[in-house]
Every structure is written in C-alpha cells, then in structure tokens.
C-alpha cells in the first residue's frame, strides 16, 4: 500500500531504541569474558570448596555461600554449637602471599556484611562471633587462622 512503511508518521519523534528509566543506569554491553579474570574466578570458587569442605571436616555447618549484599561479600559463614565463624578465603601461589592479600579495608566490608548477614538471619543461634580467614594454595593442606580480623 502506498504511504504505508514501518517509520513512524511524519509529525512524531521516533521512539527511543532502548526507553529511559529515572533513576536507572543504562546496562552495559558485556563483552567478552577476559580469559586471565575468568580463570581468576574459577580459581576461587574452587578454593571456597576446599575450604568448605575442610571446614564440614571440622565440625561446622556451612550457613551461607557466596553472601553478597550492598557492604560487601562474604565468602563462608559456618557455624557450630552457638559460634558463627564468617570466613574469607584466600587463593593465592603460596600460604604466606594468601595471607598478606587480606586487607583492612576488605576486613571493614567483610564485617559490615556480617552485619546485613546477622540481620537477615535473626533464628541463627550464637553466643559468639569470629571472623576467620582460611588460605589456600598448590599443594599445601588449607591454613585455617581463627580470628584473623583480630589485631
């Protein structure tokens, strides 16, 4: 038919591609995953199973995985009788560097997370609260440094 196509008539502006939200960021495009980053990540999640795992042999009960909330992450809390242990776990090519890549700012955002965590979890029973760091590395059994936040 003529004067029929699919462009919007002459005396209207055209529509936007993707429609503006107030108060919301446009996404952006995701483009491929950096092979090194992607290794990284895997790395790590491999690393927070060992150590779960070594945790579960010690007697605790994982609680949560992987919490994440606006502070920050949390990589493990576990629990055992009334003791909630929120645990960050290092990767690294040796126990001693795992060790020094825990930083004071990371501790800072681990408790406030704690603090969501605590908050969301009201039925969770504790008489005390600890933060733990297990390290991983090739070859070696974990490294388990209770109370690693204290100074």
């Given amino acids: 038919m003529p004067g ?7 005396g209207l502006p055209p529509l936007p591609a993707a429609p503006r939200v107030p108060g919301l960021r446009p ?11 992607q290794a990284a990540f895997n790395r790590g999640i491999s690393a927070e199973s060992q150590a779960a795992a070594w945790l579960v042999g010690q007697g605790f009960r994982i609680l ?11 990589d493990i809390v576990a629990g055992k009788r009334f003791l909630i242990v929120f ?8 126990l001693d560097e795992a ?5 004071e700012r990371q501790r800072a955002r681990i408790a406030a997370a704690a603090e969501i965590w605590l908050a969301n979890n009201p039925k969770a029973q504790y008489r005390d609260l600890r933060f733990d760091a297990i390290l991983i590395a090739p070859g070696q059994k974990p490294r388990h440094i209770p109370g ?4």
């Fill in 4 to 10: 029929t196509d699919d462009k919007a008539p002459s």
């Fill in 27 to 37: 996404k952006s495009q995701k483009t491929d995953a950096d092979p090194e980053r």
């Fill in 148 to 151: 690693a936040f204290e100074t």
């Fill in 87 to 94: 645990v960050e776990v290092k990767a690294r090519a040796s």
């Fill in 64 to 74: 949560s995985r992987r919490f994440r909330c606006a502070a920050g992450e949390i």
């Fill in 99 to 103: 060790a020094w890549s825990v930083t």
